[in-house]
């Protein structure tokens, strides 16, 4: 299985809300990453997690909390977002930090209303 | 900024012509990989080059690095209009970091 599933697909949340994603791997994969990417830009490095720590925090607002309850899990809490935090979430894995391919799973379609 | 930049921003072809993409950046790097990215969808790992390495080949595809030069260049041969996506390269530092750069749009006509 070299699969990264990502739920939901789509989220439409309000300022107010607080909602998660939730993001699943089971190849053994001991670093899991969160990325936020914009239209037409490249994704953007938000969370990096190894061995189930939080290894890098790209100096993101804590209005996004991100947890990893054991290996295959990764999730990204989320409350009282902005308009602007509208985007595409994407989730990836890979077999050790830094020197390893990452695999993406498909995403979560964010809208902040 | 380690971020890669990408040339061309857009690139349009016939199918079965060759297409090359240019990623140059600015500091030492671990290893650079290639994705690809159709539209609104996840990334696919593509070539993984480490800095001892030159050049790699994966199928139609062929990737340099010029350490000296700090680039990179993926070679597509052949195309097919399934080839139409956006391309990144992503640097990657031994502190775990993966910078992407800004991409090249593919459009392969039928």
């Given amino acids: ?113 | 900024s380690q971020q890669g930049e990408e040339d061309p921003q857009a690139l349009s072809i016939q199918e079965g012509e060759n297409a090359t993409m240019n990623c140059s950046y600015k500091t030492s790097i671990n290893n650079l990989q290639w994705y690809r990215q159709n539209s609104g969808r996840g990334l696919v790992h593509l070539i993984l080059i480490r800095s001892n390495e030159r050049e790699k080949h994966s199928g139609r595809l062929r990737v340099t690095l010029d350490t000296s030069k700090k680039s990179s260049s993926l070679l597509i041969t052949a195309s097919r209009a399934a080839d139409t996506a956006s391309y990144f390269c992503a640097l990657n530092t031994n502190a775990g970091k993966s910078t992407f750069g800004d991409g090249t749009t593919l459009t392969v006509k039928p």
């Fill in chain 1, 1 to 113: 299985d070299t699969e990264v599933t990502q739920t939901p697909k789509h989220l439409v949340m309000g300022m107010t809300n607080k909602k998660s994603l939730k993001c699943e791997q089971h190849m053994g994969h001991r670093a899991m990453y969160w990325y936020k990417q914009k239209a037409k830009k490249p994704p953007e490095l938000m969370f990096v997690y190894s061995y189930e720590k939080l290894s890098i925090n790209e100096s993101v607002p804590s209005r996004f909390s991100p947890e990893c309850p054991n290996s295959s899990l990764l999730n990204l809490h989320l409350h009282a977002l902005q308009p602007e935090d509208s985007a595409l979430y994407l989730c990836a894995s890979s077999q050790v930090l830094a020197s390893y391919e990452q695999y993406f799973g498909p995403g979560t379609r964010l809208t902040v209303t």
